[in-house]
């Protein structure tokens, strides 16, 4: 199965985003090809850019806040479901992950504690003419000399300040993927529309396909319907409606 997400609103989207940026990094440190560095350089400073907002924090603190409040208020009224997530198991991981970020000081425009090696590369990456060795001796004399090892021990010393955002987005994305209303649903010629309560928020998409149908969902919402076209790709790479009937699964999340 293949699962495609479609946030509701910013706040989600923004999560989504900052696990997707850190799953990339985490890939990139794996790969053992040459030149992975620039790869690695290139998110590094995406992710800086994403985590370094002054409002995430606040924001990532209260939500931690009203979720651990929520799960609380589970384990007291022993309204646990089956298959839902154990609260007892959740709140332990929601303080953590407080804890971190309260004691993380990332101010915005985050510069790495003026480590100039990592601005001038940041500045270099931006240019026009990117990350040269021949415009930068000091980046070919670290990329020549560091072993592979040692190159990924840099990053990771680098990246360990801002792990908390991951860790705090990883919750909160747990916690919203677990509180779904789950459906099986058939689209009739490769469409499908859904009503939705306007009386409720809601925060995510989720539409699980089969791989082999080798399709794409395109979703839209407003606050009463949710409208879903399915389309593929040509081998020209064109966008090309499905009009097939077919199953896939359908869920609303909320936090």
């Known amino acids: ?3 495609f997400e ?5 706040r989600i989207r923004r999560l989504l985003r900052i696990e997707e940026i850190y799953q990339k990094f985490e890939h990139q440190l794996k790969n053992t090809h040459d030149y992975f560095e620039f790869g690695c350089f290139n998110t590094l400073f995406e992710i800086v850019q994403l985590v370094s907002r002054s409002d995430l924090k606040i924001d990532f ?3 931690l806040e009203r979720q651990e409040k929520k799960q609380s208020t589970l384990i007291e009224s022993q309204t646990l479901k089956e298959g839902q997530l154990n609260p007892k198991e959740i709140i332990p991981m929601i303080q953590v992950a407080r804890k971190k970020l309260e004691n993380i000081d990332v101010k915005p425009g985050f510069n790495f504690n003026n480590n100039l090696f990592l601005e001038e590369v940041k500045k270099r990456i931006s240019s026009p003419g990117g990350l040269l060795d021949v415009d930068f001796p000091n980046f070919r004399n670290w990329a020549t000399h560091k072993t592979r090892k040692s190159k990924l021990e840099d990053f990771k010393s680098w990246t360990q300040p801002l792990m908390v955002f991951k860790d705090a987005a990883s919750i909160i994305l747990l916690i919203l993927r677990n509180q779904c209303h789950v459906e099986s649903i058939k689209a009739k010629e490769g469409k499908h529309q859904q009503t939705i309560d306007p009386l409720k928020t809601f925060d995510l998409i989720r539409l699980e396909l089969e791989k082999t149908l080798n ?3 395109e979703i839209s919402a407003n606050k009463y319907t949710v409208n879903v076209f399915f389309n593929q790709l040509s081998e020209e790479l064109k966008k090309e409606p499905v009009k097939l009937n077919l199953e896939f ?5 909320w936090l």
């Open 1 to 3: 199965m293949i699962t």
């Open 6 to 10: 479609f946030p509701l609103n910013e």
């Open 61 to 63: 603190l209260q939500e």
């Open 215 to 217: 399709i794409y969902p």
């Open 249 to 253: 699964k359908y869920s609303i999340c």
